[in-house]
């Protein structure tokens, strides 16, 4: 059986309270709740933007594909993963995931994983932009990031 899963990309940012809150309203199966909220930082007052870029439809269908793979390695209730894309100031949100279970464990598993995976895999290219005017750098995947996934593979 399926459990009710929420997948978004969208350029327009998110309310995490509301998102949280909408995993577990009218649920007493769910006996935990664990969220994450990624932040755009400014890299030492440097920052202007950080601006996302992806592939339509299939952002959507990768986000969806580590959804399920989450929801068949731990007891899930429910999952909520929202992506944005576009340019994002500092301190904006740029990533919600919220995982449901019975117990804390899986769901804290489930979040880190999806996680890892979105940080490392997901189909979006971030691009600097600084607050000097200039263009910046695109974005490359951290070595932390390819560990942190690389652990996930050996537990498969």
């Known amino acids: 059986m399926s459990i009710p899963?929420?997948?978004?990309?969208?350029?327009?940012a998110f309310d995490a309270g509301h998102a949280a809150a909408a995993l577990t309203f009218g649920r007493k199966d769910v006996g935990a709740l664990v969220t994450f909220v990624g932040l755009c930082r400014d890299?030492?007052?440097?920052?202007?933007?950080?601006?996302?870029?992806?592939?339509?439809?299939?952002a959507e269908?990768?986000?969806?594909?580590i959804a399920t793979e989450a929801e068949a390695r731990w007891p899930l209730l429910g999952l909520t993963?929202?992506?944005r894309y576009g340019k994002i100031a500092p301190?904006?949100?740029?990533?919600?995931?919220?995982?449901?279970s019975s117990h804390r464990g899986a769901a804290f598993a489930a979040a880190e994983f999806i996680m890892d995976f979105l940080k490392s895999r997901?189909?979006?290219?971030?691009?600097?932009h600084r607050a000097d005017g200039t263009e910046g750098?695109?974005?490359?995947?951290k070595d932390a990031d390819e560990a942190a996934l690389e652990r996930w593979r050996k537990q498969n």
């Open 5 to 12: 899963k929420n997948i978004r990309v969208q350029p327009h």
């Open 43 to 58: 890299e030492a007052q440097t920052l202007a933007a950080l601006e996302l870029e992806h592939y339509p439809g299939m």
């Open 61 to 65: 269908a990768e986000l969806e594909r």
């Open 81 to 83: 993963v929202i992506h």
């Open 91 to 100: 301190g904006e949100p740029i990533v919600f995931v919220g995982a449901t």
């Open 122 to 128: 997901a189909p979006f290219w971030k691009k600097e």
């Open 137 to 141: 750098a695109w974005v490359e995947a």
